[in-house]
């Protein structure tokens, strides 16, 4: 489990390498301005290895953010990362380690028949009905979300995870009237919060990708305050004393910039953009999409105006500082499956983000 201590002897070891506010601050300890995902890659023993190799390399120098799911490359990805913070020279307490659920996960590689799959193994002999699933794919049932932490846990080998996501909840409005969703993030919530109480989880939050960046009359929207509220809620009917609601993640770059610019989160100040209104939460945001899929590591690919503005030798670096720019922002999580992309990465650090008025600036 991430601890105070450990982080903030992480941060000594390694902050002489960094720029200004490449650690910054989670709970009572500090995580790396910059993440490693896990999403991409094909689902094969070779790109396993090649993730191990990076998530060694990564956290071995000065990246102690790791970002995985349950589906993440039928379920490779949270495996290979246990593998990796097993082989370490780094203290576990030092690192937060994320993860997902909410999407039904494949088993090692696609399976020929998938609606077969889900069927057998989450319905007919597991833990969902047939009407907890929306489209076929997307569960956040309590027993769902208790099943799920359990094998995050065997496959992570970890005793506790620092933060669990509920996975793009949105998808339930595909089925479901909002009204109904929230209930159900409630539902979901309540079996999080027992997790917290019983030790196996220590911070939970929403991954999300559409939700909290679109438009009020936008059908995937939903509000990030009523979100805290079903969280409080939740606490409140486990009798835990506070929420361990703790973070947000949803997708930002200099082409997806809606989480900053798209002001419908209703605040008592009136309408904020999801990264105001999570500030003010005391919520910590990390980016996915940071490199909008690798796309922005090109040349040209970030506009001129705003590329001028940023530091880093690539286009890389700068599209990641731009991420780690936007106020509110504790880590943009980037994917890298190979010890160079890593490097290249990490490199980003070195270098100052923009300052508030500066990142302002990009959007004039």
Known sequence: MVTQTATWDYRDRHTDDFGRTYFRRFGDGVVSSIGLGTYLGDATDAVDDAYH???VEAVESGISVVDTARNYRAQRSERVVGRAI??????????????????????????????????ERFVDDGPLEREDL???QHAMTPAFVHDQLDRSLDALDLDVIDLYYLHNPEVQLAEHDRE???DAIEDAFVAMEERVATGDLRHYGVATWECFRVPRDHPKYLSLAEVVSRARAAADRVGNAATSFRAVQLPFNVHMAGAFTEKSQSSADGDVSVLELANTAGLDVFTSASLHQGDLATADAIPDAVDAKLDGDTPAQRAINFA?????????LVGASSTAHVADNV???????LGADAFDATFE
């Open 53 to 55: 190799d990076a998530i």
């Open 86 to 119: 097993a082989d370490v020279d780094v203290d576990r307490e030092a690192l937060l380690v994320a993860s997902k659920c909410g999407f039904v996960p494949f088993d090692g590689d696609r399976p020929d028949d998938p609606g077969r799959y889900v069927r």
């Open 134 to 136: 929306v489209a076929g």
């Open 180 to 182: 109904t969703v929230y």
């Open 324 to 332: 780690r720019s936007a106020p509110g922002v504790t880590s943009a």
């Open 347 to 353: 490199a980003a650090g070195a270098f100052d983000p």
